[in-house]
């Protein structure tokens, strides 16, 4: 188990748990004392999530659901309500690429898909969950970004685009929570060796990239009740703030 269990006796949500980033997310956290509600569509990757969980001595819940299912987000923060009546942690880390293309070559349906995931249902967590972290007596979100929001670059402007939507969610979300126990900051990950973004460069060498779970513990930190900066978007793995501007 971890040397430092901060996370002891608390109960932290983390989606996209069923692989990459967010699987090596929950598995620190469990480490680091959570009880760690798992939340992806992937049966499988959960059950395996589970079981490394149980190898720690932690435990899970696993809750398979479509992100894009927002009557089942706030089914989610009901049942949540119910069981532990608050909670104090979140990773909202699950996302969607899309596809890396002209804009105007890109189907309806793929934009709305990489606005649901990436932006729709962060903010239906948010709507659900906010009753919750108020029951909290340190509530810390975290919402995992990508460097493409601001880098604009040609073929990305998708997923750029749903990610600055998001950083700009989240930024407001905690000028509006700045006077309470609520924290809620961004991370991005930079380059980790994951599904995802084998997707988006698969000319690239995967071994010449850091695994999820060197990057895990980075971002893990963010949901420390100690720690207490909001509305900051951090350069978790190397330990950086980014931005330095703090919401108004
Ligand atoms: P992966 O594709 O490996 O994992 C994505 C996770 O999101 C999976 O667990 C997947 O679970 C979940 N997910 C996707 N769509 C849905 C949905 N509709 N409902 C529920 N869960 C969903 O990606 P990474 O681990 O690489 O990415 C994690 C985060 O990090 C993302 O937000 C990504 O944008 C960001 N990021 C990643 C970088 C990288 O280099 N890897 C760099 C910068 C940012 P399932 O399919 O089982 O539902």
Not at 87 to 96: C, K, R, S, T
Request: net charge positive; hydrophobic share 45%; aromatic share 6%.
């Amino acid at each position: 188990m971890a040397e430092q269990r901060f996370l002891d006796g608390r109960v932290a949500l983390v989606t996209g748990a069923s692989r990459g980033i967010g699987y090596a997310v929950a598995l620190e956290a469990a480490r680091a004392g959570a009880h760690v509600i798992a939340v992806a569509r992937t049966v499988g990757g959960l059950e395996t999530l589970d079981d490394d969980i149980r190898k720690l001595g932690g435990s899970t819940t696993l809750v398979p659901l479509d992100l894009k299912d927002y009557a089942g987000i706030d089914r989610l923060g009901a049942a949540i309500f119910e069981r532990w009546g608050r909670l104090d942690a979140l990773v909202g880390n699950a996302g969607l690429l899309g596809p890396i293309s002209p804009l105007g070559h890109i189907e309806p349906k793929s934009f709305d898909d990489v606005f649901a995931v990436n932006v729709t249902a962060n903010w239906r967590l948010i709507r659900s969950l906010d009753p919750l972290f108020k029951r909290s007596d340190a509530a810390r979100a975290v919402f995992v970004s990508s460097g493409a929001s601001s880098s604009c670059k040609a073929y990305w402007g998708l997923y750029a685009a749903s990610k600055a939507a998001l950083e700009a969610l989240v930024r407001s979300y905690a000028a509006e929570t700045r006077n309470s126990a609520i924290r809620a900051n961004l991370v991005n990950p930079g380059a980790t060796r994951t599904k995802m973004r084998a997707q988006a460069m698969p000319g690239e060498d995967p071994a010449t990239l850091p695994n999820p779970a060197d990057i895990a513990p980075g971002i893990v930190r963010l949901l420390d009740p100690q720690f207490n900066e909001t509305g900051r978007l951090y350069d978790a793995p190397r330990q950086r703030v980014l931005d330095f501007q703090p919401p108004a």
